[in-house]
């Protein structure tokens, strides 16, 4: 509720803001043609400078101006990766947002991060939902194989795995993963099946993250 109230705050802000920034264009716009028309039309020498460099002025600023305004407009029409909807073009509402259509969305981005190895083609909000997203890929799709390269020696993956986890508040699943690289035999089952018990917290805390900062995802 609170975050739906921010952002028709924000909104409304930005709207407000827009129509200043409007007003104030469209007066120096209307300014520089009375003035820039009086320079050619001015008898007096004097004048036609003074209205000239004035009507200039006037031009430039409400130029900027203008400019200033359409990046606004630009900036306002970002979507929320979580709550459009691609097919109707329209806002779904935050109580509406289930892990279907989080785990859809963020499958989406995490694959071209996955395949691309480049944290750069990973927009900042989404990054701390790496590590527990990554840990769902394992625990419903993983091959015994992955999980062997994954206990590897000096694996970084599961650093990065485990202190991902631990910054987002699943200490639990990151203790066992931990406590499994110290004494890692090559069966991965019991693992698994640890992991597992864990399966329901970890989604249900990454929605729960992604409604608390909904309005991060707007891009």
């Known amino acids: 509720m609170k975050n739906k109230i921010k952002r ?12 200043v920034l409007f007003l104030i264009s469209a007066f120096l716009t209307v300014c520089a043609v009375m003035l820039l028309r009086g ?3 001015n008898e007096s020498g004097g004048s036609r400078v003074l209205a000239g460099i004035g009507g200039a002025l006037c031009a430039l600023v409400g130029a900027f101006g203008w400019l200033v ?3 606004s407009i630009s900036a306002g029409g970002h979507r929320n990766i979580f709550l459009y909807d691609r097919k109707n073009k329209t806002e779904i509402p935050l109580e509406a947002l289930d892990w279907d259509l989080v785990r859809s969305r963020l499958g989406e981005y995490f694959r071209i991060y ?6 750069s ?12 997203y990554l840990l769902l890929v394992f625990i419903e799709s993983a091959p015994d194989s992955d999980w062997n390269k994954l206990f590897g020696e ?12 631990s ?14 690289a110290e004494s890692y035999r090559g069966t991965p089952g ?3 099946s640890a992991l597992a018990r864990h399966r329901a917290s970890v989604e249900s805390a990454i929605l729960t993250h992604i409604r608390e900062h909904i309005s991060d995802f707007e891009m």
């Open 154 to 165: 000096e694996n970084a993956i599961l650093t990065e795995l485990i202190g991902g986890l």
């Open 190 to 192: 019991p693992i698994k």
């Open 167 to 180: 910054r987002f508040g699943l200490t639990a699943p990151a203790d066992l993963l931990r406590e499994t």
């Open 8 to 19: 028709k705050n924000e909104a409304g802000h930005r709207l407000a803001a827009n129509a």
């Open 114 to 119: 996955l395949r691309s190895g480049r944290r």
């Open 121 to 132: 083609y990973l927009p900042l909000p989404l990054q701390p939902l790496f590590a527990p």
């Open 39 to 41: 320079a050619f039309f």
């Open 69 to 71: 305004l359409i990046a």
